[in-house]
Each structure stands twice: as structure tokens, then as C-alpha cells.
């Protein structure tokens, strides 16, 4: 059996090795036809120029993109400086300038007992107990 | 090699003229390869073409023009190989497809009158490709260069930089692969027709 196998593997190989050959004898060498050097030359010539035309290509872009990006900037920008500053007095003249009559009624309708008051303006000591 | 070394030297210099030389010395011998790589002759031109393009960008990158024989066919298989990826479609190796085209050689062989030479040669160009198929373009490459073109190991070696026993294993499972396709193909068709008919089974 092993052997029958072993031929038919040796028979396999020898008709692969053929059909190689044919395969060979099937793709001979072949000349090319008489426009093929002009076409090479043309994609050379081509190839030539795709560098230089792709550097201008994105020279362009970027020039492009930098200048819409800075147009951007300057429009988020611009603005903000022209506009006056949010606070024109100190926080402390804002204090003393409020109106502190409805803080001292708001203080005087909170009735918390005494204890807890003092608990809460008192300061931690840490004792959980 | 083809072609004087001041040739290739000259060419690497920038001189269009040389180049030429170096393209007509080289080109039968590169378009055969490039055919057998591929197996569509309408294609042949084309990638050999892509060849000497990507020799002529970097031809100024050859160290020495003794190297250059190599380099050439290193140049040569990746084309084809670019080629075959751009191209490979996933086709299963059926064996449907292996019996039309058997029987294809088969009239070609049998017929002689009714079909011509150029028939037989599509079938077998379409017989092997079809079981080449079956491994990976880049052993596809590799064992069409040993078996086909019968490039020796130590030339497959200069060629894709690999030691001799990576490159013997490698072809050794790629040709069991392809041997396996071919007997599967041989063992359908014998179950599919009893009497023997000359074509896959029987290449001679």
C-alpha cells in the first residue's frame, strides 16, 4: 500500500515536473512590440514630472490652508480684544456696594437653635464619639 | 551577464543612451520572465515596462554593476508580484475549473485540426496559474522562478536575501501544495469520467 503510494506520489511529482515544462514551452521569451520603448520613455518623462508637480500642488494647499486658518483665528480672536473687560471695578467695591439689607432679613427668618448654631460655627475637632 | 559593466555604470551616471542599451539587452529576457510570472501575455508589456521604470528611478542605488543581474530580477518580481496582488482575484481552486480547461487540452491535444496551438498553450498557461493559485502570490513567485524559470538556489538566494534552507523549505511546501491541487484535480477527473482522457491527468 505504502508503496502504491510512494508510486503514485513519484508519478505526481513527474507529471507536475512535465506539465512545468509545458508551462515553459507555453510562455517562451517574447520580443516587445516596437512601441515599447516610447511608451517607457513617456512614463518617464511622466514620472519626471510628478514630483514637481505634486510639490507646487501642495506648496498651494498649504499656502491655502495657512491662510484660511489664520483668517479663522483672527475672526475668534479679534473680537474678544475689541470687547470691553467684564469687571470694571474690584470685587471687594462690588461687596461693598450691594445691597446688604436682604442678606440681614434672610439671616433673621432662619431660626435654628443654638446648639446647632454653635456646632456649626464651631470647629472641628476631629472627635467622633 | 548581457551587457559591459562600464554600460550599466554609464546608465547609472544619467545617460539616457546607455539606459537603452541596457533595456534591449535585457528586455526579451525580462518579458519571458514576466510572462511565465504572470501568465497573461496581454499584461507582459505593461509590468515589464513598470520594470525598467523602477529601474530607472533607482538604478543610481545599485552599489556595483556586478550585483546588477539580481537586482534586475528582484526589480522583476516585485512588478509581477504587485501585479498578481492588484490583480488576484479570491478564487478558490476549483476543480471544476481545472476539468474545463483539461478537457480544453484535451481537444486541443486530441483535435489538432479543430483547435489551434495557441489554444493548447492558453489551456496550460490557465492549467498552471490555476493551480499556482493555490499558494500565496509570493511563493507563486518563487516556485515559478526555481521550477519554471530554473533559477538555481544560490540565484533565488541573491535575489530575495533569504539563507538557502528558509528558501528550500519554502518551495518544498509550496510545490507539496500545488502537487496536492494537481492530484486532487487528476482524482476528479478520473471519478468524473472512467476512461482515461488525456490532458490534466496526462501530461506528457
Redesign the interface.
Known sequence: MKEMQNHSGATGEHRLDALFAQYRAACPDQDASSNFMPQLWQKIDAGRKVPAFLFRRWAKVCAFATAASALFISTLLIPSYQRGPVYETHYVDVLFNADSKEDAVVLSEVTLPRVILQEAIAPHTGDWE | MLIEFDVIERARTGDNAAF?QV??AY???I??TI??LI?R?ED??DV??EV??RL??SLDQLRTAEVFEPWLYRLTVNAAYDYLRRQRRRRESRMSDLSEQQVMMADASAGGKQRTEEV???G??E??QS?LGNVSPEDQMLLTLK???GLSLKELEKIYNINENALKVRLFRA?QR??KA??AG?AERNSAQPSPAPGL?D??
Do not use: H, M, S
Open positions: 537603452n533595456v534591449q528586455r526579451k529576457r518579458l519571458g510572462a511565465r501568465g501575455p507582459v508589456e515589464g515596462q525598467f521604470l530607472y528611478y493548447r498553450r492558453t496550460i498557461r492549467l498552471v493551480l521550477e519554471v524559470e510545490r500545488v502537487l494537481y492530484e487528476v491527468g501530461v506528457k
